[in-house]
């Protein structure tokens, strides 16, 4: 079954140190991977994607993630966490089908303390 | 990109009666999706709407529940039947362009 999943319900950093939110995923070909993030009380924000290419990918507010072909893994990271980075993300997972449906992850809760 | 609205942003409803929340898109597009938030949790695919042809039911869902129209390219309508207290949740409204998903921002249903 193609899935994604994200091991940590919750990851807690200090301000200024680097934080690393992980994802991994099981999807038959190649698969297009993307990061969101959500603020309480807020919509669904698009952060990144890996489509193809560098392994590397960066995005918005800071964050990058790294596509690992042979440990089937997306990690998000960001050298210097902010307070405001604190949020609710999610990784999700694109599924090649009749209906290309994005499947997400169960979330983790970001918390970097002052 | 890709700019949803959707109406209502909220609503308190209660419980065996129905609720229509519409989606609108600035552009065409093919699919659109509907997904659910439960409270604390993950977002989970509802269904998926092609314009012109019935909607698409992941595992769980119904239409007989969560009926579907796709009148044309830019607008949707989900509608939750008969709700019960569990179907009190986020919806949100999704299109898939240019290898990128947006989002609406969500329709906040409490079922009384």
């Known amino acids: 079954a193609q899935s994604v999943a994200q091991p940590e319900d919750q990851v807690n950093v200090a301000e200024g140190n680097p934080l690393t939110v992980k994802c991994t995923y099981s999807?038959?070909?190649?698969?297009?991977l993307f990061w969101y993030v959500q603020y309480p009380n807020r919509g669904l924000q698009f952060l990144l994607k890996?489509?193809?290419?560098?392994?590397l990918v960066k995005g918005s507010y800071g964050f990058e993630a790294e596509f690992n072909k042979s440990q089937t893994s997306f990690h998000l990271k960001k050298p210097s966490a902010l307070v405001s980075d604190s949020a609710l993300y999610f990784c999700?997972?694109?599924?090649?089908?009749?209906?290309?449906?994005?499947?997400f992850g169960t979330g983790t809760r970001l918390q970097v303390f002052p | 990109s890709a700019v949803i609205s959707q109406k209502p942003s909220r609503d308190i409803c209660q419980r065996g009666t129905s609720l229509t929340i519409q989606c609108q898109v600035d552009s065409q597009v093919t699919m659109m999706f509907w997904y659910r938030q439960q409270p604390g949790q993950s977002l989970t695919l509802i269904a998926t709407?092609?314009?012109?042809?019935?909607?698409?039911?992941e595992s769980g869902f119904v239409i007989d529940k969560f009926p579907i129209s796709r009148p044309n390219l830019t607008f949707s309508t989900l509608t939750v039947s008969n709700m019960s207290p569990e179907d009190s949740s986020i919806y949100l409204c999704?299109?898939?362009?240019?290898?990128?998903?947006?989002f609406g921002p969500g329709t906040r249903l409490t079922v009384t």
């Open positions: 999700a997972v694109r599924v090649r089908s009749a209906t290309d449906k994005l499947i």
């Open positions: 890996y489509i193809t290419g560098d392994n």
């Open positions: 709407a092609n314009q012109g042809s019935e909607a698409t039911y």
């Open positions: 999807v038959s070909g190649n698969p297009y």
């Open positions: 999704s299109v898939f362009t240019a290898y990128e998903q947006y």
